[in-house]
């Protein structure tokens, strides 16, 4: 633990003082007659044990077992962990020390007084059957597959402090090693150690370090795993002493007529792993080059994917579809390689697809790309609904505005400009429309009744579709979209609301125009017993909506409080006490991955346990534990 010098010369102190005197107190607990060759040991390795979880989360550094890393008993690890490899060295060398009946001789060397006794019998019996599974034990088999690894360390001095050394030099030296590597064909990925970069108060999308090392990636054409530290609280999502990674989540699944929290239709293969997952869920993070791919052509599925930098950005992939995450860059947040199949996206933020080499890319667009295969070979299609897209060839740039269609045919490397066609264009609302009413759909809840009603809103809201696809620039229709997607809890609805004005959402001239049942849900003022209550309780509702969406919750309309709490999310306005309302919201809707972010943004709040109640508190902790 000399290590710890480096770091402070008084906390080295601290802590070899701290752990010589656990194991004092095991030496002082354990049996002091010939029981002490199995008391002796048992003692000592629950203290290294303790010390795998105390203090502070766990010191597992210097650990008996590590000093089996090269040695004889490491195979023990893969019967009973760390834990019974302690286990084993320290038998080992209590019964070899006596009373032993094995080799008094030995023990006589180092204590003259030493004798033979058969109570080490027991614990060296216990070494020797351990040992024996370890040895019959499965060790796994090679695949017969390999991939080429260039790990850099990029040197300089050791035991130094980050606040010494600034973190600029650490990734400049990896740099510096990583560019004295050259192109090699055979070669299949670059690793860097643990923390070289670290970037402080912003994040790492966007940041110098980031083009830097897409730079070296793309000159040896091969991904690059590297240790990244970034500060949660500047991407929004952790407090300032928190550290985090960028990810892209599944947000949602629906396979037929139902939402589901999981599904064996659609097949997942990590990055660097020959395994295949073969089941999709809810909440499943992807990582860059992990790879998602439906497990037929014919498979009925639709699924969403959430882009992290702010929420704002899904693509929504239906029928069959390969996918493939790849790094973000700078200037693009979200990258993917569409491999087959379609996707449509809501784009808040830079985006790009990558399909096959034809590179579609928009920030704060709506659009789709189609991959296809047909007679003549592989064709893209890529159409853009609203504002522009940018396509790009190896030869050309072609711009494309909105409501306008670009075809690329790879085998004769030509592309033609049109109209969306109808197919396209309904196929798009299609899509649209059941993510939209997706939460109402969960699996479990969707009665006849309730089916019926689900598939007329629907029908509706594919309609309201259509109408904001064909004309973009209606904001009527699209007012009435957003609002209606609002009502049923549809995360899109922040996209349309947003492009028909702030100003506009919440004007009483302006009606959605809707059936009588779901304006009403909108524009409903809350009951009251008497007139004197009812202008009390509006006052209440205007300065505590999670009040009101807790009502909601309860009287069994948790779309309708999804729809009064999301706006001020979109706001940034939310309080922990919003995103209690959310969470019970979602959770009555059995949106888990859902429900799960709200409380944990909830919790996040430097205020919660002051804002929330203590029940309140325990029902966030068990939403985010999933035990609701």
């Known amino acids: 633990m000399i290590w710890i010098w480096f770091l402070t010369a008084p906390g080295y102190v601290v802590v070899a003082i701290a752990f010589a005197g656990l194991h004092a107190g095991a030496a002082a607990i354990a049996p002091t007659g010939p029981w002490r060759t199995v008391g002796r040991p048992a003692a000592h390795t629950l203290v290294e044990t303790i010390r795998l979880g105390f203090p502070f989360g766990g010191v597992p550094l210097a650990t008996m077992g590590i000093s089996q890393a090269g040695g004889p008993l490491l195979g023990t690890a893969r019967v009973g962990g760390v834990v019974l490899t302690t286990w084993v060295v320290f038998q080992l060398g209590v019964a070899l020390a006596g009373p032993s009946p094995v080799m008094p001789r030995v023990a006589r060397r180092r204590r003259p007084g030493a004798t033979g006794a058969l109570h080490g019998v027991l614990g060296m019996l216990g070494v020797v059957v351990v040992i024996v599974l370890a040895g019959v034990a499965p060790d796994g088999e090679g695949t017969g597959r390999y991939i080429t690894v260039a790990?850099?360390?990029?040197?300089?001095?050791?035991?130094?402090?980050?606040?010494?050394v600034p973190s600029s030099v650490v990734f400049e030296r990896h740099l510096e090693a990583t560019r004295s590597i050259e192109p090699d064909p055979e070669l299949d990925v670059v690793i860097w150690p643990e923390n070289v970069i670290d970037v402080n108060d912003e994040p790492f999308v966007g940041s110098e370090q980031l083009q830097?090392?897409?730079?070296?990636?793309?000159?040896?054409?091969?991904?690059?795993?590297?240790?990244?530290?970034?500060?949660?609280h500047v991407t929004g999502r952790g407090r300032p002493d928190q550290i985090t990674n960028a990810q892209v989540v599944v947000r949602t699944v629906i396979v037929g007529e139902r939402s589901v929290t999981d599904t064996e239709r659609v097949q997942l293969s990590r990055f660097a792993d020959f395994v295949v997952e073969k089941k999709i869920a809810v909440g499943t993070t992807l990582q860059v080059g992990d790879l998602m791919s439906t497990v037929a052509p014919d498979t009925n599925v639709l699924l969403e994917i959430g882009c992290p930098a702010n929420g704002g950005t899904v693509f929504r992939f239906s029928g069959a579809f390969r996918v493939v995450v790849l790094p973000p860059r700078p200037d693009v947040r979200c990258v993917l390689q569409l491999l087959a199949g379609d996707v449509d996206v809501i784009?808040?933020?830079?985006?790009?697809?990558n399909a096959g080499g034809v590179v579609l890319g928009s920030k704060g667009t709506q659009y789709a790309v189609h991959l296809r295969r047909t007679e003549s070979g592989p064709v893209c299609?890529?159409?853009?609904?609203?504002?522009?897209?940018?396509?790009?060839?190896?030869?050309?740039?072609?711009?494309?505005?909105?409501?306008r269609s670009w075809v690329f045919n790879f085998a004769t490397a030509t592309g033609e400009l049109g109209e969306i066609s109808e197919v396209v264009l309904k196929q798009s609302a299609l899509v649209a429309g059941r993510f939209d009413v997706a939460r109402l759909r969960a699996e479990g809840v969707l009665t006849p009744a309730k089916a019926s009603e689900i598939a007329r809103e629907e029908s509706e809201l594919v309609a309201l579709h259509m109408e904001v696809l064909k004309a973009p620039a209606n904001k009527d229709a699209r007012l009435r979209l957003g609002t209606r997607q609002r009502a049923v809890g549809s995360d899109s609805a922040r996209y349309n609301l947003k492009r028909v004005g702030g100003e506009l959402i919440n004007k009483e001239a302006v009606k959605p125009q809707a059936s009588t049942k779901t304006e009403a849900a909108v524009t409903k003022p809350p009951r009251a017993s008497s007139a004197v209550n009812s202008t009390s309780t509006r006052t209440m509702i205007a300065a505590d909506p999670a009040a009101r969406a807790l009502e909601l919750?309860?009287?069994?309309?948790?779309?309708?409080?999804?729809?009064l709490i999301r706006p001020r999310v979109d706001a940034s306005s939310a309080t922990a006490r919003d995103y209690y309302a959310l969470a019970e919201a979602y959770r009555a809707l059995q949106d888990r991955a859902a429900a799960r972010n709200a409380a944990e943004r909830a919790l996040a709040f430097r205020n919660a346990a002051t804002a929330l109640t203590a029940a309140e508190l325990e029902t966030l902790r068990a939403i985010v534990g999933r035990r609701h």
């Open 151 to 164: 790990a850099v360390q990029g040197g300089g001095e050791q035991g130094t402090r980050a606040i010494d």
């Open 212 to 232: 830097l090392v897409a730079d070296e990636a793309a000159r040896l054409g091969v991904p690059f795993a590297v240790g990244v530290t970034e500060d949660a």
């Open 553 to 563: 919750v309860r009287g069994g309309k948790p779309a309708e409080a999804v729809a």
């Open 347 to 353: 784009a808040e933020e830079a985006t790009e697809i």
């Open 381 to 403: 299609e890529g159409v853009v609904y609203d504002n522009d897209l940018l396509i790009k060839t190896s030869q050309n740039q072609i711009p494309l505005s909105t409501s």
